[in-house]
């Protein structure tokens, strides 16, 4: 019986491997710096790609690609110090700590970021010595195909990344295959649910970078403009479409009124317009059926009291930038992951009762908090159920710092040096 495509890409991927994993690591970040000068290269190419795929502004999708080469920046610098093996002082002769790779890891990626996504999963482990079969998503077909493009740059006779044009329901055979050491998915819970179950099955390490519905807080001392400004960016950007955005904004009762209007206020510095148009900053969501979702997220609060005080309506798959107030716990627009540029804004009158309503969730990826006194808010931070916590600031993932939450949003850290280790052997050594 002849073996179907996908089994045969993944054994073309097994022979990568054994040949990769032999490459010293300065030999892989010459391949990094390779990577990292074709993607600066093709931007224009690549960011069309993006925007054509899945709506995203031609502006935010240059700034996108840029951040991949940013990110690969990162490691070329660091990645020797961080894979460097660690002497341990023990009773033997000799013992050390040291990084192997797993092999042939599995993505399962996401639409909304379709570069960066892919970039923060891949280039870390790469330079750990695996290489990568990925199924992204299907609305993104482009992305996919370019992404397999600047991974394999031409520098050597074998592919280190290979895109598997495959349905989701074909995912958990891909898991099962033998070759197949490790998968890493950035998706929605119930998406990670169904890869944990596979790999936990074959008992395979897994990286799950699921849903957040993070709470914005602004204390009643915070700088308002400011933060109103940051409100804008931390729901709107890639029209809402974040894991990472803000979603329920938590306001101090002696400061919600004025924050609300500077809120509405500043909605007016997005601009739309022809996604292609690099001036443009908002533009429509991904997919129709996304947009309607959101509506009916909206609608089924708006029945429960909720009020819409600016935006709310849809038109195919563009979605007005919208904000919601007298919202309760049980609205949708509250209680579940809202995934689009609707804001919901909630008065709270202690630090702690903001902390409980931040905390009211199934999710748990971060927060933001803003105020002119920070010091006050030590003594509270490690009340926070959340993977990251931003004072003053929007949460964004920085190569830098490892991004990934708890709860529902999953487990496992990408980017800074943990991502290192996440798919990597961490192999004692010990002389006699």
Request: some cysteine; hydrophobic content about 45%; aromatic content about 10%.
């Amino acid at each position: 019986m002849a073996q179907d495509s996908t089994s045969v890409i993944i054994e073309t991927m097994q022979s990568s491997f054994l040949k990769w994993r032999d490459f010293s690591l300065n030999d892989r970040i010459s391949v990094l710096k390779n990577i990292r000068e074709k993607l600066l290269q093709n931007k224009r190419d690549y960011a069309h790609a993006i925007t054509t795929d899945m709506n995203k502004p031609i502006k935010l999708a240059i700034a996108e690609v840029e951040k991949c080469a940013y990110l690969c920046d990162y490691y070329i610098e660091n990645a020797a110090h961080f894979l460097e093996d660690q002497e341990v002082k023990t009773g033997f002769s000799k013992s050390y700590i040291t990084f192997r790779p797993l092999g042939v890891l599995l993505g399962v990626m996401p639409w909304n970021f379709p570069f960066w996504q892919v970039f923060r999963f891949v280039i870390p482990s790469l330079l750990t010595g695996n290489v990568f079969v990925v199924k992204h998503a299907s609305n993104v077909p482009l992305s996919a195909k370019a992404l397999e493009d600047v991974f394999n740059v031409d520098t050597f006779d074998f592919p280190i990344y290979k895109d598997l044009s495959i349905k989701s329901s074909k995912v958990a055979n891909v898991i099962a295959n033998p070759i197949i050491k490790a998968v890493s998915l950035t998706g929605s819970e119930h998406a990670g649910r169904s890869v944990a179950e596979t790999a936990g099955k074959h008992l395979k390490k897994c990286v799950l970078e699921l849903g957040g519905s993070n709470a914005f807080i602004v204390l009643s001392d915070a700088d308002l403009n400011y933060a109103a400004e940051k409100a804008v960016s931390a729901r709107m950007q890639n029209a809402g479409q974040s894991c990472i955005a803000s979603k329920r904004f938590l306001i101090h009762e002696d400061v919600y009124s004025e924050f609300v209007d500077l809120f509405k206020q500043k909605l007016s510095s997005l601009i739309l317009g022809d996604k292609y148009d690099e001036t443009v900053t908002f533009g429509a969501m991904a997919r129709e059926d996304l947009a309607i979702e959101l509506e009916n997220q909206l609608e089924k609060s708006v029945a429960k009291g909720a009020t819409i005080i600016a935006g709310g309506k849809r038109n195919g798959a563009f979605f007005e930038p919208t904000l919601v107030t007298n919202i309760t716990v049980d609205m949708p627009v509250f209680a579940e992951e809202t995934f689009g540029p609707l804001a919901a804004i909630m008065p709270f009158k202690t630090i702690d009762e903001a902390i409980e309503l931040s905390n009211k969730s199934n999710y748990g990826l971060g927060a933001s908090i803003f105020t002119d006194n920070q010091q006050q808010l030590d003594n509270y931070l490690h009340l926070f159920d959340e993977g990251a916590l931003f004072i003053n600031e929007m949460i964004v993932s920085d190569p830098h710092l490892p991004f990934g939450g708890i709860k529902n949003s999953g487990y496992g850290r990408e980017l800074s040096h943990f991502a290192l280790y996440e798919f990597a052997n961490i192999q004692t050594v010990v002389v006699k």
